[in-house]
């Protein structure tokens, strides 16, 4: 096999390639990696690749300064004062329909939860109607539920059931029962996070951290002026700083007040 090599000083004389220069300069040209991205991308599967890996994960937990226990009272005040009863937005008869809504709630709104069991639950309010119902008529007004039987009281019980994590169980103990839990959905997690009221990367971080922070008396209600605020205030694209009741406190630098 005869090669002429290009270099940039004088010409050279043709030289003959025995197999073994041939091995040579292919292994050159693979060096090489502007000429040879293959031999780069299988480096750097195997670990070869050089400098370190920069992590492109970031936490959601804020850097400030923590709320001291008084500006924690003092924003829970603010929400007891303007609405000191509230109420979860699914529409329930009973434990039994609130369980029901709750889970339906993971796979759709709260309103479209209530337009598609508002009727359903007229009929069969409890497990044994629903039952007596019929499982094709229970799916043409909702997706397939599969709980049957009498509402549990702990939260292993309700997490056991399909299709119940820890937040159904929070909501189901705190609304049904009066416990004093913490539900942690996106908009609690998003205000925790963006106030610095309770930063954390999991919701069961922030639902820790609600609970270590927030005073007993404000419990039983505490995940509903979360969610409530998260949902209406503090918005995920264009948080409504100008209202919010507690813009003086929010740790967030990107507050517009």
Same mark, same amino acid.
């Given at each position: 096999?005869?090669?002429?090599?290009?270099?940039?000083?004088?010409?050279?004389?043709?030289?003959?390639?025995?197999?073994?220069?041939?091995?040579?300069?292919?292994?050159?040209?693979?060096?090489?990696?502007?000429?040879?991205?293959?031999?780069?991308?299988?480096?750097?599967?195997?670990?070869?690749?050089?400098?370190?890996?920069?992590?492109?994960?970031?936490?959601?937990?804020?850097?400030?300064?923590?709320?001291?226990?008084?500006?924690?009272?003092?924003?829970?005040?603010?929400?007891?004062?303007?609405?000191?009863?509230?109420?979860?937005?699914?529409?329930?008869?009973?434990?039994?329909?609130?369980?029901? &809504?709750?889970?339906?709630?993971?796979?759709?709104?709260?309103?479209?939860?209530?337009?598609?069991?508002?009727?359903?639950?007229?009929?069969?309010?409890?497990?044994?109607?629903?039952?007596?119902?019929?499982?094709?008529?229970?799916?043409?007004?909702?997706?397939?539920?599969?709980?049957?039987? =009498?509402?549990?009281?702990?939260?292993?019980?309700?997490?056991?059931?399909?299709? &119940?994590?820890?937040?159904?169980?929070?909501?189901?103990?705190?609304?049904?029962?009066?416990?004093?839990?913490?539900?942690?959905?996106?908009?609690?997690?998003?205000?925790?996070?963006?106030?610095?009221?309770?930063?954390?990367?999991?919701?069961?971080?922030?639902?820790?951290?609600? =609970?270590?922070?927030?005073?007993?008396?404000?419990?039983?209600?505490?995940?509903?002026?979360?969610?409530?605020?998260?949902?209406?205030?503090?918005?995920?694209?264009?948080?409504?700083?100008?209202?919010?009741?507690?813009?003086?406190?929010?740790?967030?630098?990107?507050?517009?007040?």
């Amino acid at each position: 096999m005869i090669m002429s090599k290009i270099t940039r000083g004088p010409p050279q004389q043709p030289k003959t390639f025995s197999k073994k220069n041939a091995l040579t300069a292919k292994c050159s040209v693979a060096a090489n990696p502007r000429q040879n991205k293959a031999a780069k991308f299988l480096s750097a599967k195997s670990g070869q690749a050089s400098g370190p890996k920069k992590s492109t994960k970031t936490s959601t937990k804020t850097s400030t300064k923590p709320w001291t226990p008084a500006e924690v009272r003092e924003a829970f005040t603010r929400f007891r004062n303007a609405n000191p009863e509230p109420k979860g937005e699914l529409e329930h008869l009973n434990p039994y329909t609130l369980l029901v &809504a709750v889970v339906l709630s993971a796979q759709a709104t709260d309103a479209g939860v209530n337009k598609a069991t508002r009727a359903l639950f007229k009929v069969a309010d409890t497990p044994q109607k629903m039952l007596a119902l019929g499982e094709d008529k229970v799916r043409d007004a909702i997706r397939t539920i599969g709980l049957y039987g =009498e509402v549990p009281r702990t939260r292993a019980e309700i997490e056991s059931l399909p299709g &119940a994590g820890r937040k159904t169980a929070n909501v189901v103990l705190n609304m049904a029962f009066g416990e004093r839990t913490m539900a942690v959905d996106t908009h609690v997690f998003r205000v925790g996070n963006r106030t610095g009221l309770a930063p954390g990367n999991t919701p069961l971080e922030v639902e820790l951290e609600l =609970e270590r922070v927030i005073p007993a008396e404000f419990m039983l209600h505490a995940h509903h002026w979360l969610i409530l605020h998260g949902r209406y205030t503090c918005l995920a694209r264009k948080p409504r700083c100008e209202v919010c009741l507690i813009n003086d406190l929010c740790r967030w630098p990107e507050k517009t007040v």
